[in-house]
């Protein structure tokens, strides 16, 4: 298990993070097993800096920031926010909190009330919060429509009136409102077009830039990871199986599904195309996951000692770690 150094400095400081959930069976709804969506999860996110987290469908990165941002209670571990225990802070303490730490959704529809017009949308929550008056306000909502490149003069349509791309700038324009050091953007570009991805990926940058923001940037396009993330980190069932600089973990992955998961990055070149690794079998339920490392049912590389024992998250490189008996054992006979 990785210990963070307790010198670095972190905006956000992740360690141990645990969410389950009960699946519960009847009329009295008897609990029958737990999922462990987020297992021991531990990281720590510096300023201005941009984290990635990338896995496939149910490995628990949404769970994993929802939880960071308390949308969901944790079940155990630290979350530290700028100094301030999120997991016991109290709810006076929790709501200036949420001034400081938001979130953008997946689907830019879903995430806006249909009923409020932009001005709406973006002036309840800075009048609820007092960043200005409300004298001032339109002149904040045009702002802040500028800022995400939307025309001022549509601050009083509504949702259905815009199109994806526009719908998602509305979205940020709503998560920067209240002036947050740290955003979570949850699948953020991934139900948009690939040129419309582009340009939130550029407009995230440029903002990112402008007001020194922090993002985790969940997402399970490496292309787009890539692109935006300084470092990355791999989830596989609820933990994080290597975590490293943007650049090392796509030049030189460690961990077999790293690996897997490079290898099927699309390339334009048909006459330079990489050896794709197909992986074998499904991926285990949560609710039974296997003894030993998690990923063993599906890896090509498995030994005995996979079958039984846990491999440790632990440093193999300046800044790189892995949860692999294989990579580390090869560590050690370097060494």
Same mark, same amino acid.
């Given at each position: 298990? =990785? +210990?963070?150094?307790?010198?670095?400095?972190?905006?956000? *400081?992740?360690?141990?993070?645990?969410?389950?959930?009960?699946?519960?069976?009847?009329?009295?709804?008897?609990?029958?097993?737990?999922?462990?969506?987020?297992?021991?999860?531990?990281?720590?996110?510096?300023?201005?800096?941009?984290?990635?987290?990338?896995?496939?469908?149910?490995?628990?990165? +949404?769970?994993?920031?929802?939880?960071?941002?308390?949308?969901?209670?944790?079940?155990?571990?630290?979350?530290?926010?700028?100094? +301030?225990?999120?997991?016991? %802070?109290?709810?006076?303490? =929790?709501? %200036?909190?949420? *001034?400081? =730490?938001? $979130?953008?959704?997946?689907?830019?529809?879903?995430?806006?009330?249909?009923?409020k017009?932009?001005?709406q949308?973006?002036?309840?929550?800075?009048?609820? /919060?007092r960043?200005?008056?409300?004298?001032?306000?339109?002149?904040?909502i045009?702002?802040?429509?500028?800022?995400?490149?939307?025309?001022?003069?549509? =601050?009083?349509?509504?949702? /259905?009136?815009f199109?994806?791309?526009?719908?998602?700038?509305?979205? #940020?324009?709503?998560a920067?409102?209240?002036?947050?050091?740290?955003?979570?953007?949850?699948?953020?570009?991934?139900?948009?077009?690939?040129?419309?991805?582009?340009?939130? #990926?550029?407009?995230?940058?440029?903002?990112?830039?402008?007001?020194?923001?922090?993002?985790?940037f969940?997402?399970?396009?490496?292309?787009? @990871?890539? /692109? $935006?993330?300084?470092r990355?980190?791999?989830?596989?069932?609820?933990? $994080?199986?290597?975590?490293g600089?943007?650049?090392?973990?796509?030049?030189?992955?460690? &961990?077999?599904? +790293?690996?897997?998961?490079?290898? %099927?990055?699309?390339?334009?070149?048909?006459?330079?195309?990489?050896?794709? #690794?197909?992986?074998?079998?499904?991926?285990?339920?949560?609710?039974?996951?296997?003894?030993?490392? *998690?990923? /063993?049912?599906?890896?090509?590389?498995?030994?005995e000692?996979?079958?039984?024992?846990?491999p440790?998250?632990?440093?193999?490189?300046?800044? &790189?770690?892995?949860?692999? &008996?294989? @990579? &580390?054992?090869?560590?050690?006979?370097?060494?």
């Amino acid at each position: 298990m =990785m +210990t963070l150094d307790k010198q670095t400095p972190a905006l956000l *400081r992740v360690q141990d993070l645990q969410k389950n959930f009960q699946v519960r069976k009847g009329l009295l709804g008897r609990k029958i097993q737990t999922l462990k969506a987020v297992d021991r999860l531990t990281f720590d996110l510096k300023r201005g800096e941009t984290l990635g987290l990338v896995g496939e469908s149910g490995c628990g990165k +949404t769970t994993a920031g929802k939880t960071i941002l308390r949308l969901y209670e944790p079940d155990g571990g630290q979350i530290v926010f700028d100094g +301030t225990d999120v997991v016991g %802070a109290s709810d006076k303490q =929790m709501l %200036a909190l949420r *001034r400081q =730490m938001q $979130i953008v959704f997946q689907d830019p529809y879903d995430s806006l009330n249909p009923r409020k017009s932009v001005e709406q949308t973006l002036g309840e929550p800075m009048l609820y /919060h007092r960043i200005v008056e409300r004298r001032h306000l339109r002149e904040r909502i045009a702002y802040l429509m500028t800022l995400v490149g939307l025309p001022t003069a549509c =601050m009083n349509r509504y949702p /259905h009136e815009f199109s994806g791309g526009q719908r998602q700038r509305i979205v #940020i324009a709503r998560a920067l409102c209240l002036e947050p050091k740290f955003i979570v953007c949850d699948e953020a570009v991934s139900s948009l077009d690939v040129s419309i991805q582009a340009q939130i #990926i550029n407009l995230l940058q440029d903002l990112q830039a402008q007001l020194a923001l922090t993002f985790l940037f969940i997402s399970h396009d490496l292309r787009v @990871v890539k /692109h $935006i993330s300084d470092r990355v980190a791999i989830m596989y069932l609820g933990k $994080i199986i290597e975590l490293g600089n943007t650049s090392e973990i796509y030049a030189t992955p460690l &961990h077999p599904y +790293t690996q897997a998961l490079l290898s %099927a990055i699309p390339v334009a070149d048909p006459f330079n195309q990489p050896e794709r #690794i197909i992986l074998s079998g499904d991926v285990p339920t949560p609710t039974r996951l296997p003894k030993g490392c *998690r990923f /063993h049912t599906r890896c090509w590389l498995k030994e005995e000692i996979c079958l039984r024992e846990e491999p440790a998250f632990g440093e193999v490189a300046n800044g &790189h770690y892995v949860m692999c &008996h294989l @990579v &580390h054992r090869s560590k050690e006979v370097s060494g």
